[in-house]
Nanobody, 126 residues
Framework: QVQLVESGGGLVQAGGSLRLSCAASGRTFSNYAMGWFRQAPGKEREFVASISRSGGNTDYAHSVKGRFTVSRDNAKNTVYLQMNSLKPEDTAVYYC???????????????????WGQGTQVTVSS
């Protein structure tokens, strides 16, 4: 059973930064692409960023491109989301997810992800 645990969320002023972490259990972390998604109150969950198993490929939602950076450390079984220049509209619960299929990379297609963390709240005040 794969477990994903997010951390690093909190309250920050607009223009500030946060770094989210997602620690994964299991010995095959490096075989799987990972993704970050978010869900704001009253809205559907949306794609934020994704990273291939080696880190060589990344994708971003248009709304965060240039402000957020996804990275991973396979030795630590951890994926990160560095969020800079935060805006109030970035307020949401952020989830990390593991790709359904080993050695595959499908970017931001939510159906490609089969394991999800419990989420961490990010609140950006204006």
């Amino acid at each position: 059973q794969v477990q994903l645990v997010e951390s690093g969320g909190g309250l920050v002023q607009a223009g500030g930064s946060l770094r989210l972490s997602c620690a994964a259990s299991g010995r095959t972390f490096s075989n799987y692409a990972m993704g970050w998604f978010r869900q704001a109150p009253g809205k559907e969950r949306e794609f934020v960023a994704s990273i291939s198993r080696s880190g060589g490929n990344t994708d971003y939602a248009h709304s965060v491109k240039g402000r957020f950076t996804v990275s991973r450390d396979n030795a630590k079984n951890t994926v990160y989301l560095q969020m800079n220049s935060l805006k109030p509209e970035d307020t949401a619960v952020y989830y990390c997810a593991r790709n359904r299929e080993a050695f595959a990379y499908n970017g931001g297609h939510e159906s490609s992800y089969s394991y999800w963390g419990q989420g961490t709240q990010v609140t950006v005040s204006s």
